[in-house]
């Protein structure tokens, strides 16, 4: 049961992008960008992580565990920190996804050529 309902939540986080896509002028940047904020924002209420709970791995799948990563990674940093714990809580948490990115954006510019 934990597959179908991981499974339809990608899908349905999958579908709402594409409803705002077909029906507003926002880039894919904008959608996003409103994503990762969305994600922040549910870690912010305490409501991602009974997401989790509830759904599995495929809350952790789409880019709004982003969100939830960089202000649960901020918050237990500042919690340790303090004020200089928010900015290295984002990376502690964040860092492994970004160098992939990274890693991952090189390696298709290197193999790929754009068309002119």
């Known amino acids: 049961m934990i597959y ?3 499974f339809l939540f990608c899908g349905f986080i999958c579908m709402i992008g594409q409803i705002i896509y ?3 002028k926002w880039t894919f940047g904008h959608i996003t960008t409103l994503f990762v904020v ?3 924002l ?3 209420l305490d409501i991602y992580d009974t997401l989790i709970r509830y759904v ?3 809350a952790q799948l789409p880019i709004l565990s982003f969100g939830h990563s960089l202000a649960h990674g901020s918050y237990h940093g500042a919690l ?3 004020w200089l714990g928010l900015v ?3 990376f502690d948490k964040t860092s492994s996804g970004i160098a992939f990115a ?3 954006a090189f390696l298709c510019a290197v193999l790929f050529r754009p068309k002119q």
């Open 102 to 104: 990274i890693f991952a």
């Open 4 to 6: 179908l309902t991981s």
């Open 88 to 90: 290295n809580g984002l």
């Open 80 to 82: 340790q920190n303090g």
């Open 56 to 58: 599995g791995f495929g």
């Open 38 to 40: 969305l994600g922040a």
């Open 22 to 24: 077909d029906n507003t």
């Open 42 to 44: 549910l870690e912010t």
